[in-house]
């Protein structure tokens, strides 16, 4: 029931959201506009310009929208959005079956899957957004999922070793995991671990290659040569990051505790103790690759989901096996310490869903009339504006109303001062005029110096009331410039 609780909540929450027009989060229209590029057969790693400059991702998400796009006529959030929520219940029932095999109780794989689903809020709730989050998710749980149970079977290595390529391809943050995977394979079964290895690097490498051809060297300079330019912050990622995926995570860790010590010591029965090491092992590398993520600058709190969702595995594992640890025989008080065992291990899951739940506030997740009426207006507004728009917070809803799109305002702070800027034609369009509008949200007030001059070209014309964003960033927009008509001052 507590499962079906926060499995439920998440499922609720994302059906009421999956058909909003507009932007949960102010990123997913940046991930659109990669995906109209794509649709349109233009290339997205391009040179930094007024036109496009694409977010720091690789390209499998995007390509799979442009995909469902031909199929479709166009690229749209709902089915942005089916592919991330569809991801990411595959991923919840593939580890729900790799712990119900690992740990033998159907109702510890339940609970343990529903903690990421119950917690989805604090680890960004991007599971169902136009994010490439889910879809890496699910294809790093497949690919872990395929190499531990290849027992030697060279086809089915090979097809672990696709999937984690595939899941780096999604997002780059895959990498550590993809590694963390391969190790442990040195010990079951080292052929396998040379097969896999080898699959890894042929396809990362020939996938880069082509990539990389084919842009120009700027696939490579995105995906990686940007990134080093980023501050890391060591104790956001070492001392904050542990302290809150410890908290979100709960009671139930100490499963993970209490089932390590007891395989250790031979009191878990004679099954073999390989699955719970496997999966303890690769919910500390999800810790890692959360603290690796979120250390680095402008990180968000997604960068927390694999630092809950491997966890959870470790977790529900240790849960199954703790109910289903033998007895001896020997006490006739043994039945008494099992009942009060189990009852302990149950207690330790439920609470680590239900606290969750308690500090979730649905409503602000969910797209209320207020949001739904103010995208309307807003669409209509667009609509109606003569010439181009530059809407840089969101730059895929001018397309939605038949006009074209431009730069997204994260792409002006990934490029700046890195050996890929500057942008090329930004500040010639704002000298000449060049949008008949420019919509801008509030969040601009506090940086306008990354728009040099624009106010000398542009006046702010009207301000007004926009849709708000549900996850990320709290951004609005609410600001309209339109050109100026004299000529501004000599500097």
């Not at 872990?144 to 780096?168: D, I, K, Q």
């Not at 139930?252 to 092992?281: I, K, T, V, Y």
């Not at 917070?393 to 700046?416: A, E, Q, S």
Request: glycine content about 10%; some cysteine; overall charge positive.
């Amino acid at each position: 029931m507590v499962a079906m609780l926060g499995l439920g909540t998440f499922l609720w929450v994302s059906l009421q959201r999956i058909r909003y027009p507009l932007d949960l989060e102010w990123m997913e229209s940046g991930m659109m506009c990669h995906a109209l590029r794509l649709f349109l057969g233009q290339g997205i790693y391009v040179p930094p310009s007024v036109d496009f400059i694409p977010h720091l991702y690789t390209p499998l998400y995007p390509a799979l929208l442009a995909l469902i796009g031909k199929l479709t006529g166009d690229v749209s959030y709902l089915a942005a959005r089916l592919v991330s929520l569809g991801s990411f219940v595959g991923a919840v029932v593939l580890g729900g079956l790799w712990v119900k095999r690992e740990g033998g109780s159907v109702t510890t794989a339940l609970l343990a899957m529903a903690i990421p689903a119950a917690t989805f809020a604090e680890t960004g709730g991007f599971f169902d957004l136009a994010r490439s989050d889910s879809l890496q998710l699910f294809l790093t749980v497949l690919g872990a999922m395929l190499a531990f149970y290849s027992e030697g079977r060279a086809l089915v290595t090979v097809a672990a070793g696709l999937s984690l390529v595939a899941a780096f391809f999604a997002k780059q943050t895959a990498a550590p995991l993809c590694v963390a995977i391969a190790l442990p394979m040195l010990v079951i079964n080292r052929r396998q671990a040379v097969v896999l290895g080898l699959v890894g690097l042929l396809g990362f490498a020939v996938c880069s290659y082509l990539l990389n051809r084919a842009s120009d060297g700027w696939f490579w300079t995105y995906i990686f040569r940007l990134h080093q330019s980023h501050q890391f912050f060591a104790r956001r990622a070492f001392v904050d990051t542990p302290k809150t995926l410890l908290f979100i995570l709960g009671p139930s860790l100490l499963l993970c505790l209490w089932a390590a010590l007891g395989q250790w010591n031979g009191r878990l029965g004679d099954r073999p103790g390989h699955g719970l090491w496997f999966l303890m092992w690769l919910g500390l590398c999800g810790i890692a690759t959360s603290c690796l993520g979120f250390g680095t600058q402008w990180a968000h709190i997604n960068a927390y989901i694999p630092g809950v969702f491997f966890p959870a595995l470790a977790i529900g594992v240790s849960a199954g096996r703790l109910l289903l640890r033998p007895s001896t025989g020997r006490q006739p008080s043994e039945g008494s310490a099992k009942l009060l065992r189990e009852l302990l291990v149950l207690t330790l899951l439920v609470l680590s869903v239900l606290f969750p739940l308690r500090r979730l506030k649905v409503a602000e997740h969910i797209p209320g009339r207020a949001h739904w009426s103010a995208a309307a207006s807003l669409l209509s507004r667009l609509q109606t504006m003569p010439g181009e728009v530059l809407m840089p917070f969101h730059p895929f809803y001018p397309h939605l109303v038949g006009k074209r799109t431009y730069l997204h305002r994260m792409g002006v702070w990934d490029v700046r001062g890195t050996v890929a800027g500057p942008v090329k034609d930004l500040f010639p369009a704002l000298r000449e005029r060049r949008f008949a509008s420019i919509v801008m949200d509030d969040k601009v007030e506090a940086t306008w110096a990354d728009w040099p001059d624009i106010l000398l070209y542009y006046r702010v014309s009207e301000r007004f009331g926009g849709p708000p964003m549900v996850e990320g960033a709290r951004t609005v927009p609410s600001i309209i410039l339109i050109p100026t008509e004299e000529s501004p001052p000599t500097p």
